[in-house]
């Protein structure tokens, strides 16, 4: 095996911190979790807000692509990195951000269509900057898809209401019952304000496309939820079967059930293994007595002389080939059609972006998905000073990536306002848009640009430290994931009662304690006089004495002692397998080993 000398700068210390790296707004997971094993939530709970704006949201529903990239799960589970956020803000004494301090007003005026996620974090990070932000929404509440995709059993409205009221004390001013669905008002935008960012969601269900869709009793799945969450839906009939794999999907089965509903079967067309919906939702909803028929697919839905819905024909699959996403085709099996008894069929196998209020006569290209074309790095369309994102330019994706579209816009907005000379390049090509950036899965280091802007973090600063990590908790290599604590399930009876209720304080500290701390890393200098005392004392075989033939020098224009040294063998570490416990260094004779940290300034 040939090894790559390669400098360890900013950028090799950013790349090799997988959970940040893997999140879509670079969240210094290593650091806020520090500060909980430190027994400052505060402190946590600053860093929090320094990068995801809604930690006390996103640490209930993120899908944790962070999790999915951590190093400790090479070993036995992920930290349970989403459940420290929420812990951060459950134990925090001081609850809300840092407002800014007499910020100047920069006299120019901006408007967002849609409070959801990615509108209200593109508001904050404008309003931040100090200008003047309007956000109009169609909805009576704020906060998009939080407040009408999400139940109130996943995520508590207070909390919605808390993120809403942060961002109004900035100056924000939210406008409800407000839609912009037609061409007029539209226009009426683009003349009373110096820029615009659309971030409509993704508002309107995909159809089934079977036989028997438009017989009364079925509904798509944001529909349903959003009547549900809004309490125009207050009962349900007692049978009810759901279509999709989702969260959507899953969040209308658990909802049916607190709605009256008796029997609830998910319909998924493929495995547990594909299937798109949390880990953690789909046990719970399987703990509540909810169905799952994996490997089936709708063929038909049947009804009665009243045209009411009676039964759902379906068809069972096996997997066949990987289409181009990667998972394995569904391919239905021959004679091995059956039907359920139900009262209502629930829709949930999609949703797109409803903009139908664009026209060619703004001058903004749409795609044939009916999704606004814009350019990846600077979130603006054709047309100059508009701008779009989240999900209306992808169709849907969860919080945290939106989230980041929402910043990422802003600072493109601030820069379009502020600067003589915005430059505008590098166009999509024609009618289409980037895809999302896939989650980081183990070594994949997908969607590079988008994860890791220069600007990245502005207003902070990188900084390094010779330091070993300190206070580490006794066995923590060993120490097993801990659980979220949960509502009894004779009491998940109601929409509004939480089932997750997070980490108890014990076991926030625990968790956090089973960090491996990635920002740490082991360096070996030239003091080294390869006496193997590093490789005996390490617990997990992570040092090796490499020969000179073995070694690929990557980049030398740092150090030239790395060409024309006198050396015939060097020492190489296994960052993945590395537990920062600090051994190594202490067994040196010489003193060449040493431990830095890497981490965003704090102040």
């Known amino acids: 095996m040939n090894y790559k000398i390669a400098k360890a700068d900013d950028h090799w210390f950013r790349?090799?911190?997988?959970?940040?790296?893997a999140c879509p707004v670079n969240t210094p997971a290593m650091n806020y979790i520090e500060r909980i094993v430190e027994g400052d939530f505060d402190a946590s709970l600053r860093l929090n807000f320094m990068a995801n704006l809604f930690p006390h949201i996103l640490g209930r529903v993120c899908t944790h692509p962070c999790e999915t990239a951590c190093r400790r799960g090479a070993i036995d589970k992920p930290i349970a990195i989403c459940a420290l956020?929420?812990?951060?803000?459950?134990?925090?004494?001081?609850?809300?951000?840092?407002?800014?301090?007499?910020k100047e007003k920069t006299g120019k005026r901006v408007v967002i269509i849609g409070s959801g996620p990615s509108g209200l974090a593109a508001a904050n990070d404008l309003a931040f900057k100090g200008h003047d932000v309007v956000v109009y929404e169609s909805l009576s509440v704020a906060g998009g898809m939080l407040s009408v995709g999400i139940p109130p059993y996943r995520l508590p409205r207070e909390k919605i209401e808390d993120a809403v009221n942060w961002i109004k004390e900035l100056g924000v001013d939210i406008r409800l019952n407000t839609p912009i669905d037609t061409p007029d008002k539209f226009n009426d935008l683009l003349r009373g304000?110096?820029?615009?960012?659309?971030?409509?969601?993704?508002?309107?269900?995909?159809?089934?496309d079977i036989p028997g869709e438009d017989l009364a009793g079925v509904m798509h799945g944001i529909t349903f939820m959003k009547n549900t969450n809004l309490g125009v839906l207050k009962t349900i009939p007692e049978k009810v079967a759901v279509i999709g794999g989702g969260f959507t999907a899953i969040d209308c089965a658990r909802s049916s059930l607190r709605l009256g509903a008796k029997e609830v079967s998910v319909i998924y067309r493929r495995t547990l293994g594909e299937m798109p919906a949390g880990e953690i939702e789909v046990r719970m909803a399987e703990e509540e007595g909810i169905k799952i028929h994996y490997l089936t697919s709708p063929v038909r839905i049947i009804g009665g002389h009243d045209r009411q819905v009676t039964h759902l024909e379906c068809i069972k699959n096996k997997l066949g080939e990987t289409d181009d996403k990667g998972r394995r085709r569904p391919i239905p099996i021959e004679g091995s059609n059956f039907t359920l008894p139900v009262d209502t069929i629930i829709a949930a196998i999609g949703q797109s972006p409803d903009i139908g209020f664009l026209t060619e006569r703004f001058g903004i290209e749409v795609n044939r998905w009916g999704m606004a074309v814009i350019n990846p790095e600077s979130f603006m369309t054709l047309r100059k000073g508009v701008f779009a994102g989240g999900d209306c330019v992808t169709g849907p994706r969860n919080v945290i990536e939106v989230v980041a579209d929402g910043r990422k816009a802003a600072r493109s907005i601030h820069k379009f306002l502020t600067s003589e000379i915005f430059a505008h390049r590098n166009f999509a090509k024609k009618g289409e848009n980037p895809p999302p950036s896939p989650p980081c899965e183990g070594g994949d280091k997908g969607g590079v640009e988008n994860r890791i802007p220069n600007e990245a973090r502005e207003g902070y600063k990188f900084y390094y430290k010779d330091q070993a990590p300190a206070g580490r908790m006794p066995n923590y290599e060993v120490t097993p994931r801990q659980s979220q604590d949960a509502l009894p399930m004779k009491e998940r009876c109601s929409l509004n009662a939480?089932?997750?209720?997070?980490?108890s304080k014990e076991n926030t500290f625990k968790e956090a304690g089973r960090c491996l701390l990635c920002h740490f890393n082991i360096f070996i200098d030239e003091k080294c006089v390869l006496c193997g005392g590093c490789i005996d004392v390490c617990p997990h075989n992570c040092i090796s004495m490499i020969s000179r033939e073995n070694i690929e020098v990557a980049d030398t224009s740092h150090d030239e002692n790395v060409t024309n040294g006198d050396w015939d063998a060097v020492m190489v570490i296994d960052e993945e397998k590395c537990i920062r416990c600090g051994l190594c260094v202490k067994r040196c004779p010489v003193n060449a080993i040493t431990m830095r940290r890497f981490a965003y300034s704090e102040e």
């Open 193 to 208: 304000y110096d820029a615009l960012y659309i971030a409509a969601g993704a508002h309107k269900s995909q159809m089934l």
């Open 15 to 21: 790349e090799n911190i997988n959970c940040q790296y």
């Open 498 to 503: 939480e089932v997750e209720l997070g980490l």
């Open 85 to 102: 956020k929420r812990s951060a803000a459950d134990f925090a004494a001081k609850k809300s951000p840092i407002k800014p301090m007499n």
